[in-house]
């Protein structure tokens, strides 16, 4: 394909259910003759998933954490984004700035102005072109995760975390309505799919 390849983000609380789409969103670009690039934040590169196993890991300040999935995230674009996008090929990226936004911003309490800072830093020129936002009840959510999983440091925050970070991700979407989609996490994956793979036509 010429041009530049697009670059599509899934987002949500943990839980949520956007993982389980993430390949089969590739897989259905794939079919339509798309190269796609499927990644994560944090992580991507040898040193991004470094940063990742510590910042989900280990005890550190809200600034360090914002810091770090910056510095991962420098990394990310810098060695895989940008030069797939460049290349033509499509990145599906498993979450994105909107995660620190939701995270860091929401959830921690961090200043909304530090993160746009440093979003202005490290991508002034760059958003996804679209994101799948996984909206569901943190209820509902940590019943999900408790199935599936042991809890990492986000995981095991409390339900009011969950619903500041919901609350900071719906924020953000109504500030870019033509970016985002809202997917109703509570419908079946099959659903789910039928309404992602109608999205993706459009792309
Ligand atoms: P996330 O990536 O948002 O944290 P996952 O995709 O890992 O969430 O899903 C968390 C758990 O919920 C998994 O056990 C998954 O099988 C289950 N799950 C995902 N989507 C749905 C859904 N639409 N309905 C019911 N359970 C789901
Ligand atoms: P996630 O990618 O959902 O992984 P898994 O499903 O394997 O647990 O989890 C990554 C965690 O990192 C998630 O709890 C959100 C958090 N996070 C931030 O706090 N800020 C960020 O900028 C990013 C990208 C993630």
């Known amino acids: 394909m010429s041009g530049r390849g697009r670059f ?79 290349a033509g090929t499509w990145v599906v990226c498993d979450r994105f700035t909107d995660s620190t936004v939701a995270y860091q911003g929401g959830g921690r309490g961090m200043p909304a102005d530090d993160i746009a800072l440093l979003e202005r830093w490290v991508h002034p020129d760059l958003q996804p072109d679209r994101t799948y936002l996984f909206d569901l009840d943190p209820a509902e959510a940590a019943r999900r995760r408790q199935a599936a999983r042991a809890a990492d440091r986000f995981e095991a925050q409390d339900e009011a975390f969950f619903g500041r970070v919901r609350g900071a991700y719906r924020a953000r979407a109504a500030e870019s309505p033509e970016r985002f989609r809202r997917i109703d996490g509570a419908r079946t994956i099959d659903s789910i799919r039928a309404e992602l793979e109608e999205d993706l036509a459009t792309l």
Do not use: C, Y
């Open 8 to 86: 599509v983000t899934f987002e949500g609380i943990d839980g949520a259910g956007k993982s389980s789409h993430v390949e089969w969103f590739a897989e259905r670009l794939r079919e339509r003759g798309r190269t796609v690039v499927v990644t994560r934040e944090p992580g991507g590169t040898e040193l991004a998933e470094a940063v990742r196993d510590w910042v989900l890991n280990r005890p550190m300040s809200m600034r360090v954490e914002a810091l770090l999935v910056f510095a991962a995230r420098q990394d990310h674009l810098d060695r895989v984004i940008r030069p797939a996008l460049a």
